[in-house]
């Protein structure tokens, strides 16, 4: 039986929208291939984390205080995604406009502007992430344990 709770199926359904959106920004950018790499990756945990809290079916002696829990810290994910995606977009934008150069010199000028520019907000972004990933984990464990 589904918990009630105050965030609803179209909450989770934005953040999985906000996932495929940055996705797509990333392939887009031509950044550093193992920062992108390692953000797609997490990503899809992330993903995977809210279907499973958006479509769980929590047994009737589940502690909804876990569920509620996991389902809130997963919903506060939506403004870090989204924060993250208007700075991606940010780039690809100013990325484009270097649009003369061609060929391998576009993609070293891409790749030197990802360094400068996004490299620690990946990393501001994945350790944001992948605290709130593994906190949801711990509380799912804990529920079905």
């Not at 920004?25 to 193992?34: S, T």
């Not at 899809?44 to 079916?57: A, D, F, P, R, V």
């Not at 997963?74 to 977009?89: G, M, N, P, R, W």
Request: net charge positive; hydrophobic share 45%; aromatic share 8%.
């Amino acid at each position: 039986m589904p918990v009630g709770f105050g965030f609803s199926v179209g909450d989770f359904a934005h953040a999985i929208v906000l996932i495929n959106k940055i996705r797509k920004a990333l392939k887009n950018v031509g950044g550093a291939a193992d920062d992108i790499k390692f953000v797609l990756q997490d990503l899809e945990q992330l993903k995977s984390l809210l279907i499973t809290l958006k479509e769980g079916e929590w047994g009737k002696g589940a502690d909804t205080s876990y569920v509620n829990a996991a389902r809130g810290l997963a919903s506060s994910c939506e403004a870090t995604l989204e924060v993250f995606l208007e700075k991606v977009q940010g780039f690809q934008r100013s990325s484009r406009k270097s649009g003369f150069f061609s060929g391998h010199i576009l993609g070293g000028l891409k790749h030197a502007q990802w360094t400068i520019q996004m490299a620690e907000e990946v990393d501001r972004f994945r350790i944001v992430m992948l605290s709130k990933i593994a906190t949801v984990n711990l509380l799912l464990s804990m529920l079905l344990a």
